[in-house]
Every structure is written in structure tokens, then in C-alpha cells.
């Protein structure tokens, strides 16, 4: 069975920086394609990025293009967003997902066929 789990929520101040982590198990993952998507309380739930599992192709929201960085390391099975320079309004539930297929990108969360539990990032002004 696929299982995503999250790792490395917190609370930093604005500016700060934070690394999430996503460990995926149960299968190969060459063909698919991995996506961050955040929802704060009373929002619906929005993409973030996304890699494809090789890394050659990678997608940004505008609202985190120049601070964010997603990432893979294939050896470890993780995948990995670096967020920089945090803002209140990044506050929200991070979740890691999966959906097979590396092209064209899709931002929809219905698409995706694989979730973790998410992760708590809390960004203080």
C-alpha cells in the first residue's frame, strides 16, 4: 500500500525558513508525479508545486515562485520543499500527494490519487 508521511512543520517567525519532508513507500515511483498543496482554516485546499519523480520538470505557484524550492532524492524515496523567507499568509496545512503520470503538470487535487496527514506551518508576524 502507497503511504506519504510529512515531516518538518513549525512555527517560525516571518522571514524565517523551513524544510518539509515527504517519505513515500509501497511502490516505484519513476512515473509519477509529487505535489505540495497547503490549506489554512476556512480555505480551500491550494497547490503549492510540484516535481516530477525523475526532477527534470517542476511547477510553482505564484505566490511562492523565488521562495520555495521542491526537490526529490530518488535514493531515499523523500521528497523535499525548502520554503524561504516565510510569510504570514504561507500559515496553513501542508500536504504531501501523488498522482501517476509525469506530464502535463495538473494543479487540481482531484487528480491526485495519494495523500499524507499533512504537516502544521505557522508563520508569526
Given at each position: 500500500?502507497?503511504?506519504?508521511?510529512?515531516?518538518?512543520?513549525?512555527?517560525?517567525?516571518?522571514?524565517?525558513?523551513?524544510?518539509l519532508s515527504c517519505a513515500a513507500s509501497g511502490r516505484t515511483f519513476s512515473m509519477y508525479t509529487l505535489a505540495w498543496f497547503r490549506q489554512a482554516p476556512g480555505k480551500e485546499r491550494e497547490f503549492v508545486a510540484a516535481i516530477v519523480w525523475n526532477g527534470i520538470n517542476r511547477d510553482y505557484a505564484d505566490s511562492v515562485k523565488g521562495r520555495f524550492t521542491i526537490s526529490v532524492d530518488n535514493a531515499k524515496n523523500t521528497a523535499y520543499l525548502q520554503m524561504n523567507s516565510l510569510k504570514p499568509e504561507d500559515t496553513a496545512v501542508?500536504?504531501?500527494?501523488?498522482?501517476?503520470?509525469?506530464?502535463?503538470?495538473?494543479?487540481a487535487t482531484t487528480s491526485f490519487?495519494?495523500?499524507g496527514h499533512g504537516t502544521q506551518v505557522t508563520s508569526s508576524s
Open positions: 500500500q502507497v503511504q506519504l508521511v510529512e515531516a518538518g512543520g513549525g512555527l517560525v517567525q516571518a522571514g524565517g525558513s523551513l524544510r501542508y500536504y504531501c500527494a501523488l498522482r501517476p503520470g509525469l506530464r502535463p503538470f495538473t494543479r490519487d495519494y495523500w
